[in-house]
């Protein structure tokens, strides 16, 4: 029986890197998109620094989200497609299309390029924003059925980029995509071990405390989930019969706040974690700060908000038992450390 070949784009990224080395792990042929062979040189390192086994099978291929060149090569002759790569700045961004315009453009191209090479499954790295943003403040538990409201208050230009590239994938599978099976995938903040020198997604939190750059702890709640797990995830919905046509949202129940994530570091990492603030800061303070600086005016209408969510369906069709928040905060801050990115 031949090797299933699977397409992984965006595969010098946190995500995809640890989707690579499951992949890997479980006997697949991996082919990686990257932007630029010096990205691919760095990627392969990064991986082999992380334990990677069965590194022969893994190849890497230039493409860019926002050209057509190169896709159908990179598709062709593959099995299936994890479509992991997206643009992930949440927050204020001064021009919302340069976000929104690649996560939709470039989940089309992708799909169009599958189907047309035969490809029978694509799992595409959708993100919580496609689901609880703007939402009034409620004890609602969101679940994988839940759509964020891009109407609702809240809702920034990364919210807006996963939500509309996730409705745009579903729209053409059914409209367009033939034999072709679409399957999303709704982490929730990614934390973990670090990839190569980069930090990405949630970690910047864990970084950011570890490097006292931040004068104190906002009243913020953030739901945590382990990249680990969510490569698991990944893997697991690729030929899964019953994955076909879901949505599964990859959390890990209730949300830990800063001042939570602040005392995991401490208590667990010593003096490493010395420079982890410990004062609070007051929510008016914050909305005070939010009135000059948008950045921080982002984040000011979830002050004191934990939001609720689910994981049922994951549990119950792909079997997935996600770690402790805990071990995703303390996993993060000592590969950032044993890497040399935070000073001991």
């Not at 190169?70 to 700045?89: N, R, T």
């Not at 949505?247 to 990492?269: D, K, P, Q």
């Not at 948008?294 to 934990?306: C, H, Q, T, W």
Request: hydrophobic share 45%; glycine share 10%; aromatic share 6%.
């Amino acid at each position: 029986m031949s090797q299933p070949r699977v397409v992984v784009t965006g595969g010098s990224g946190f995500i995809a890197g640890h989707c690579i080395l499951k992949l890997l792990a479980q006997g697949h042929l991996v082919h990686a998109t990257v932007r630029s062979l010096d990205k691919a040189t760095m990627a392969r390192r990064a991986l082999e620094a992380a334990g990677m086994a069965y590194g022969e099978r893994l190849s890497f291929a230039t493409a860019d989200l926002m050209r057509d060149d190169g896709w159908a090569e990179v598709v062709a002759g593959a099995d299936y497609v994890l479509h992991v790569a997206s643009p992930v700045l949440p927050g204020h961004v001064p021009d919302e299309s340069a976000v929104i315009g690649p996560a939709v453009e470039g989940s089309l191209r992708v799909l169009r390029a599958a189907r047309d090479a035969g490809v029978k499954r694509v799992v595409l790295t959708s993100a919580f924003h496609a689901v609880s943003w703007g939402y009034p403040h409620s004890t609602h538990v969101f679940t994988d059925d839940d759509w964020t409201r891009l109407d609702g208050p809240g809702v920034d230009a990364y919210g807006k980029s996963k939500t509309l590239a996730e409705r745009a994938a579903w729209d053409f599978v059914a409209r367009e995509g033939g034999a072709m099976e679409l399957t999303t995938m709704l982490p929730v903040a990614v934390m973990g071990p670090v990839m190569g020198q980069d930090i990405s997604g949630a970690n910047h939190i864990v970084q950011r405390m570890l490097k006292g750059a931040m004068p104190g702890l906002p009243n913020l709640y953030i739901p945590i989930v382990d990249v680990r797990d969510v490569a698991h995830a990944h893997v697991a919905a690729l030929r899964h019969p019953q994955a076909a046509g879901q949505r599964f949202l990859l959390s890990n129940g209730a949300a830990l706040s800063m001042r939570e994530i602040g005392a995991v570091l401490r208590a667990e990492l010593g003096n490493a974690a010395r420079a982890v603030p410990t004062r609070a800061i007051p929510d008016l303070v914050m909305r005070a700060m939010g009135l000059f600086r948008p950045e921080i005016r982002a984040f000011v209408p979830d002050l004191g908000y934990a939001k609720n969510s689910s994981n049922e369906k994951a549990r119950r069709v792909l079997e997935w038992l996600p770690r402790d928040s805990r071990e995703a905060i303390v996993s993060a801050g000592r590969s950032m450390i044993d890497r040399g990115l935070i000073e001991v």
